[in-house]
């Protein structure tokens, strides 16, 4: 069960000088992942021509200057929508197409096949120009629909990635872990229509969900102080869930053409983490920040407090941690007594990403001594989402004004 607190009637605090607030680098990437056709190539390894050359289904496909491919010029591949398609989600046991292959084969009295016996190679054809810009029109005029309010304005990021977090020092570079995934063939088209034709405000310096928090902090601060919502934001990056003050966000996720969400977040004070499943964490306000202060964001942003240190805390010590805690104060203090524990020797010790290795291959890679006061800065900065151009909260800074009592 959802533990979040919306704002269930946040139309009456809507004005006809409100404006939706979005981030174009989200909305870009959705609408250009939908404007193309994803297909895995199938290659028998064994004996392709002969065996699957017969069985291949003639729906054309299109090359990337959208003229069909001749089938006679890939004689052992078929093509498919994903290898479940093709061979079922089971480990070892086949389905779906292959499955009726073999029942064939069987039949006819030869040896069925494996997956082993199959390469899968993921390719991708792009749709016209027009029809991306059709798809994020589209999701536009969606929450256009949603909310009554015309005007849409957001940020995108800057074509050179200028965030100061790449430059933060670290194991790996932050984000590279997204560097091997496959960017939208129509990605860099919608970009630059976003920016030139519906005047995306390019972000310099940090990201576009540091500029969403802003937008976000604001509105909550009206609301509370004018009653009406100037901003109405729409994100789904958690980052915007975990803040040291307050704000209004809305998820603009949908399945099956239906908002998951029908009301926006209301994200302040202390909080709270859950885990709705296993290895699954839930959270908004200030114990969010802290649960990623523990977890960090591996699978995503590509940092982590702990992973490659051999240090072991999962959701459920994350929650366990967390959950007793009933002030700010505390969570802090729960926080500062993790790393302590992880830490004893009070530093931290990596390879920094930006060291030798890479450039000279016959040096090792330099070895960065880290104090765990900083260690803590590093990972803050990571993952808190500025307030304000000339915010410089730190964790040292946070702790302090929570110490006090401020």
């Given at each position: 069960?959802s533990?979040?607190?919306?704002?269930?009637?946040?139309?009456?605090y809507?004005?006809p000088?409100?404006?939706?607030?979005?981030?174009?680098?989200?909305?870009?990437?959705?609408?250009?992942?939908?404007?193309q056709?994803?297909?895995?190539?199938?290659?028998?390894?064994?004996t392709?021509v002969?065996?699957?050359?017969?069985y291949?289904?003639?729906?054309?496909i299109?090359d990337?200057?959208?003229?069909?491919?001749?089938?006679d010029e890939?004689?052992?591949?078929?093509?498919?929508k994903?290898?479940?398609?093709f061979?079922g989600?089971?480990?070892?046991?086949?389905?779906n197409?292959?499955?009726?292959?073999?029942?064939?084969?069987?039949a006819?009295?030869?040896?069925p096949?494996?997956k082993?016996?199959?390469?899968?190679?993921?390719?991708?054809?792009p749709?016209?120009?027009?029809i991306?810009?059709?798809?994020?029109?589209s999701?536009?005029?969606?929450l256009?629909?949603?909310?009554?309010?015309?005007k849409?304005?957001?940020?995108?990021?800057?074509?050179?990635?200028?965030n100061?977090?790449?430059?933060?020092k670290?194991p790996?570079k932050?984000?590279?872990?997204?560097?091997?995934?496959?960017?939208?063939?129509n990605?860099?088209?919608?970009k630059?229509?976003?920016?030139?034709?519906?005047?995306a405000?390019?972000?310099?310096?940090?990201?576009?969900d540091?500029?969403?928090?802003?937008y976000?902090?604001?509105?909550?601060?009206?609301w509370?102080k004018?009653?009406?919502?100037?901003?109405?934001?729409?994100?789904?990056?958690?980052?915007?869930?975990s803040t040291?003050?307050s704000a209004i966000?809305?998820?603009?996720?949908?399945?099956?053409g239906?908002y998951?969400?029908d009301?926006?977040?209301?994200?302040?004070?202390?909080?709270?983490?859950?885990?709705?499943?296993?290895?699954t964490?839930?959270?908004y306000g200030?114990?969010?920040?802290?649960?990623q202060?523990?977890?960090?964001?591996?699978?995503?942003?590509?940092?982590?407090?702990?992973?490659?240190?051999?240090?072991?805390?999962?959701t459920?010590?994350?929650?366990?941690?967390l959950?007793?805690?009933?002030s700010a104060?505390?969570c802090?203090?729960?926080v500062?007594?993790?790393?302590?524990?992880?830490f004893?020797?009070?530093?931290?010790v990596?390879?920094?990403?930006?060291?030798?290795?890479?450039?000279?291959?016959?040096?090792?890679?330099?070895?960065?001594?880290?104090?765990?006061?900083?260690?803590?800065?590093?990972?803050?900065q990571?993952?808190?989402?500025?307030r304000?151009f000339?915010?410089?909260?730190?964790w040292?800074?946070?702790?302090?004004?929570?110490?006090?009592?401020?």
């Amino acid at each position: 069960m959802s533990k979040f607190v919306y704002i269930e009637d946040w139309l009456q605090y809507i004005r006809p000088e409100t404006q939706i607030v979005i981030d174009y680098d989200s909305f870009t990437y959705h609408a250009a992942a939908a404007s193309q056709k994803d297909e895995v190539v199938i290659t028998n390894i064994k004996t392709g021509v002969e065996v699957l050359e017969k069985y291949i289904k003639h729906d054309p496909i299109y090359d990337v200057e959208g003229e069909i491919v001749d089938y006679d010029e890939i004689p052992c591949e078929r093509r498919f929508k994903n290898k479940t398609t093709f061979y079922g989600g089971k480990k070892t046991e086949v389905e779906n197409y292959l499955k009726t292959l073999n029942d064939e084969l069987v039949a006819e009295g030869k040896e069925p096949y494996t997956k082993d016996d199959f390469s899968v190679q993921k390719v991708a054809t792009p749709l016209p120009e027009s029809i991306a810009i059709r798809n994020l029109e589209s999701s536009l005029q969606s929450l256009r629909k949603l909310t009554g309010i015309d005007k849409i304005v957001g940020g995108i990021a800057a074509e050179v990635d200028t965030n100061f977090r790449l430059d933060l020092k670290l194991p790996v570079k932050y984000k590279s872990c997204r560097d091997h995934l496959a960017r939208p063939l129509n990605l860099k088209f919608l970009k630059g229509y976003a920016r030139d034709v519906l005047k995306a405000r390019v972000v310099n310096g940090m990201e576009v969900d540091d500029l969403i928090q802003m937008y976000g902090t604001k509105a909550y601060t009206t609301w509370k102080k004018e009653g009406w919502i100037p901003y109405l934001v729409f994100a789904e990056d958690k980052d915007n869930l975990s803040t040291i003050s307050s704000a209004i966000i809305f998820n603009p996720r949908r399945e099956g053409g239906k908002y998951l969400h029908d009301a926006p977040f209301l994200v302040e004070g202390l909080g709270e983490v859950w885990e709705p499943k296993p290895n699954t964490i839930k959270g908004y306000g200030f114990k969010h920040l802290c649960y990623q202060m523990l977890y960090g964001d591996p699978n995503t942003d590509g940092f982590s407090p702990t992973k490659g240190f051999g240090k072991s805390f999962g959701t459920k010590s994350i929650v366990n941690t967390l959950e007793p805690c009933k002030s700010a104060k505390e969570c802090v203090e729960a926080v500062n007594k993790v790393y302590e524990e992880w830490f004893p020797d009070g530093e931290v010790v990596f390879g920094d990403y930006k060291g030798l290795k890479g450039k000279l291959a016959d040096e090792d890679m330099k070895d960065e001594v880290v104090p765990l006061d900083e260690w803590k800065e590093i990972i803050f900065q990571c993952l808190y989402m500025k307030r304000s151009f000339k915010d410089k909260t730190t964790w040292e800074s946070l702790c302090n004004s929570l110490t006090k009592g401020v």
